[in-house]
């Protein structure tokens, strides 16, 4: 429709009914439509809608249906076609040779068991189901319906017939044309449908099906020759075109909404809290130490003043470089890719990006953002190795660039086989990921060089004091400042101030949610990587104070243990979803693996530069000889 505008029909015109994935939250594999006998288009043509590179990472596979629409032409008792279904006895001898039609009714049971939702689209709008019973009308929302179920003697049932309910709003200024701005679907499952079709349109040909016609004829079994018909209606609607998505994201929103700001709240009091705590304590000894170190004392004030303080004892020692200087680089600089990548794909979000409008553009806005901060990754590892004095500087470039991205595509590689094997659309085709590989080989990795080369230009970090030749010896530490117990406390503060964000989170990417919570996502974000750079600065103090001056990488483990708690929920999270299929896990275990080890390196990398920049504030407001 020329010079018309997207998403605006002629009374009349075809209004394509699309189908996508079939999901379920018991599995997490979704598989594609035409996988179960449904009914083809009329052509028996199955055509694959255009997608982006997001969608396919997302196992979105959106595809034709047989549905007729038609703009402001309401339909009823509509027949799409007939399917047979078997009878198999699946505790019976497996060796004997099913049917077709037997087959059809196994695999369509199967699903049914495994809880799978259909998911259907009208210009590009998820249908919200409705199911009515005895009880009244039940709201399933737009996370997809399901196929059937089982009653309480365990017989499985379809749902064979849908009333199809389109909302509509004529475009301003243009007459005749309109726009949909709600989809809505309500289930039956009723048997005998031929005969119960013929009696609806001799009935009453201008009328949905009801409940009560519905409930006369009985449900429909699993079993022999099952009709699928369809009636559809049109609604004008005062919802104008830009607000027709509230209605969907009303559905998670307005319950939560409170939730969302107290969290906030409490977030914030903990970082606020832990401010102060060190603006009291840290500060304050600090200024007594200064008010020591620069007056002019006897030396038996001198000793005294060194016995209560620590941490200057360590200045030749605070800026050696540590062990493993080239992977500590390596780290620090994928932590501030990842760091910069996550804060600009939220602020993408912030401004349209993540509108479910405009499927997948989150993911390629995360794919993009994390392609163009390879310059930051490669400037800030060769800057780092050039102040540690490391000498493979192309080792390191290498590192790099190949170091993150090889470990995920290695986990991502297997996760794929996986889906593959178990025909889930979350498969992602050769052609995509080729084109994942050359985005990277041809991107990201390039830009890593370029920002290298301008990092090892530049002069090395100038250290406030100067380094011994000989290390001081550290002292045995007490039991609370050990690695693994200090790990495992300290991430929980900063894990507190984001889990119930993480909550929603989870949601929007396993339970198909819409997540729009932007702002506070962003606010949360400032909140975590703050708390990580608290909590790195007041435990590399109490580090320095007990006079243990390696640092360098207790700061970013401190920083990113978040990751462990993050982890950790991940794992409570997956038991409420009662699932044993053994791919599932793999498919899980494998994104949330690769999900805390980028919490872990860009929030170590904040507690890291949170840590090297107090040090130098510290060391560089005193006088040593």
Not at 214 to 237: C, H, I, M, N
Not at 268 to 295: G, H, M, P, Q
Not at 463 to 485: A, C, E, G, I, Y
Request: aromatic residues 16%; neutral net charge; glycine residues 6%.
């Amino acid at each position: 429709m020329p010079g018309m505008g997207l998403h605006s029909f002629k009374q009349g015109e075809t209004v394509k009914l699309k189908v996508n994935s079939l999901t379920s939250m018991k599995t997490l594999l979704p598989v594609g439509y035409y996988r179960l006998p449904f009914c083809l288009p009329a052509d028996g043509q199955v055509r694959v809608d255009h997608e982006n590179l997001g969608e396919f990472l997302s196992g979105d596979r959106i595809v034709n249906s047989p549905y007729v629409l038609k703009m402001k032409e309401s339909a009823f008792c509509e027949k799409l076609c007939s399917v047979s279904f078997g009878n198999p006895n699946e505790t019976g001898n497996r060796k004997k040779q099913l049917s077709e039609d037997e087959k059809n009714s196994l695999k369509v049971r199967k699903f049914i068991k495994n809880d799978y939702h259909i998911n259907w689209l009208v210009d590009n709008l998820p249908a919200i189901a409705y199911i009515r019973n005895d009880s009244g009308m039940q709201i399933l929302g737009s996370h997809g319906f399901p196929i059937g179920y089982f009653n309480e003697f365990n017989i499985p049932y379809i749902y064979n017939h849908v009333n199809i309910v389109v909302d509509y709003h004529e475009v301003e200024g243009m007459q005749d044309f309109f726009r949909v701005v709600k989809f809505s679907v309500y289930l039956y499952s009723i048997n005998d449908q031929t005969s119960s079709v013929e009696s609806c349109k001799e009935a009453n040909p201008t009328e949905h099906i009801s409940y009560k016609t519905a409930q006369s004829a009985g449900p429909q079994r699993l079993k022999g020759d099952v009709q699928f018909t369809y009636d559809v209606k049109w609604k004008e609607s005062d919802v104008s075109f830009g607000h027709r998505w509230d209605v969907y994201l009303h559905q998670t929103s307005h319950d939560s909404t409170g939730v969302h700001w107290k969290a906030i709240w409490n977030s914030l009091s903990t970082v606020l809290v832990l401010f102060f705590l060190i603006a009291c304590v840290l500060v304050k000894n600090l200024k007594k130490d200064f008010a020591r170190y620069e007056s002019v004392m006897s030396e038996e004030d001198l000793e005294d003043a060194k016995e209560e303080s620590g941490w200057k004892l360590v200045h030749a020692d605070v800026f050696r470089p540590p062990e493993g200087t080239l992977f500590l680089s390596v780290i620090v600089g994928t932590g501030v890719q990842i760091l910069l990548m996550s804060l600009l794909t939220v602020i993408c979000a912030l401004i349209g990006f993540a509108s479910p409008n405009h499927r997948g553009h989150l993911v390629m806005a995360l794919l993009f953002n994390y392609e163009l901060m390879g310059i930051a990754a490669g400037f800030v590892a060769a800057r780092l190795y050039k102040t540690f004095k490391g000498k493979s500087y192309q080792k390191c470039t290498m590192a790099t660039a190949l170091g993150f991205p090889c470990v995920f595509f290695s986990i991502f590689f297997i996760i794929d086989i996986t889906a593959a094997f178990y025909g889930s659309t979350d498969a992602i085709p050769f052609s995509q990921i080729v084109l994942l590989l050359f985005l990277w080989s041809c991107v990201s990795t390039p830009l890593v060089f370029l920002g290298s080369f301008f990092g090892y230009k530049m002069d090395a970090i100038e250290f406030p004091v100067n380094t011994s030749p000989t290390p001081r010896k550290v002292q045995d530490q007490p039991w609370f400042l050990s690695m693994p117990f200090t790990i495992l406390v300290a991430g929980l503060i900063p894990f507190s101030a984001c889990f119930v964000e993480m909550y929603f989170i989870f949601l929007s990417v396993w339970a198909n949610f819409y997540y729009h919570f932007f702002f506070i996502l962003l606010f949360v974000w400032f909140i975590l990587v703050v708390a990580c750079v608290e909590i790195s600065i007041l435990h590399t103090y109490i580090q320095l104070c007990n006079e243990n001056h390696h640092w360098w990488w207790s700061s970013f483990l401190i920083g990113g243990s978040t990751s462990i708690w993050f982890f950790l929920y991940s794992i409570y999270y997956f038991q409420k979803l009662h699932i044993n299929l053994f791919a599932t896990y793999i498919l899980y275990f494998g994104y949330t693996f690769l999900a805390s080890i980028s919490v872990f390196l860009f929030t170590g990398a904040a507690g890291f530069f949170g840590s090297f920049w107090f040090n130098n504030k510290i060391y560089g407001s005193i006088k040593v000889d």
